[in-house]
């Protein structure tokens, strides 16, 4: 029986479970993945519980992504933050890289040589910008909060071209993609879109982490000023199906995570 979960606090928001559910019922194998809404205090007990219980590996989410560092050895790139870890091994992996990469690669986006902001500091932030900076973009990160912001591209300068602009001069910059890393947007959370709108312009790359829903008003307002913009959903997908390799070196099929996510996302 093959034993998967996802942690994070809260979690009300994901929709992973219903994706590798999916996938494992089409390739039958047994077993399940499943939510688990984990206290700060309990974050270790959790980890070492799923192991000690059979499981063979978890995804991590908000809150979780840098703090489960303290618990694994990280593979490559996860060193800046995990979203997937082999109990097996005690390894953490990050394969939110990988699937901001595929979402670039499948919408035929070329970032080559050009200037990106990435709002966002956190396990996604840190991902995309390595993404980004790993296809070739000059990567300009803000944060909310100046000290996180700072930490992030200082781990990420060991990857490569990588500089910090506080917050309250974003709007002085002239990029050619944006990428909201923050949760601004997402169901539950705020509306409002995460940049001055006077920022957007046409025949620039907008891309939204979040998912859920699949049009935020960045990406609505980004269509409307003549953006081309890419969603969330291929970053969701390609990262279930890295971290779905990982654990059982099986290559899922995208096409049934695609639909499930998408019948998920509009109920
Ligand atoms: P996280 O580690 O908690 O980081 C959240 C980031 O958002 C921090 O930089 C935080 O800034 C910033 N932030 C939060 N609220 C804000 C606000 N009101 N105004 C400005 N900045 C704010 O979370 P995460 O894991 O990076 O996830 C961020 C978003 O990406 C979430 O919406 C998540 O759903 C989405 N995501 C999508 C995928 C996908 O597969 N498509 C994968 C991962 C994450 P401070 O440092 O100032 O708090």
Request: some cysteine.
């Amino acid at each position: 029986m093959l034993y998967l979960g996802i942690i994070g606090y809260p979690l009300s928001h994901s929709i992973s479970p219903k994706i590798h559910n999916a996938v494992m019922e089409h390739l039958r194998i047994g077993g399940s993945y499943l939510a688990f809404e984990v206290k700060p205090s309990e974050l270790k007990d959790a980890i070492f519980g799923a192991k000690a219980l059979g499981f063979i590996g978890l995804n991590v989410t908000i809150p979780y992504k840098e703090e489960v560092l303290k618990f694994l050895k990280p593979i490559g790139e996860a060193k800046l933050a995990v979203n997937t870890i082999d109990l097996r091994k005690m390894e953490g992996y990050n394969t939110d890289i990988y699937g901001v990469e595929m979402a670039f690669k499948s919408a035929k986006v070329d970032v080559n040589d050009k200037i990106a902001l990435v709002v966002g500091a956190g396990g996604a932030g840190k991902a995309i910008a390595l993404a980004l900076m790993k296809m070739g973009a000059r990567v300009i990160l803000t944060n909310r909060t100046e000290t996180r912001g700072i930490e992030a591209v200082k781990a990420l300068r060991e990857f490569g071209h990588c500089i910090f602009c506080p917050w309250e001069k974003i709007k002085e910059l002239k990029v050619d993609v944006i990428a909201n890393a923050t949760p601004i947007g997402m169901k539950g959370f705020s509306s409002g879109i995460p940049v001055p709108e006077e920022m957007l312009k046409p025949e620039m790359i907008v891309f939204d982490a979040v998912y859920n829903p699949l049009e935020t008003q960045l990406i609505k307002r980004a269509k409307e000023k003549g953006c081309k913009v890419i969603n969330g959903l291929d970053m969701l997908i390609h990262q279930a199906e890295k971290a779905f390799e990982i654990w059982t070196g099986i290559k899922p099929p995208v096409s049934i995570m695609r639909k499930v996510a998408i019948e998920a996302l509009e109920i």
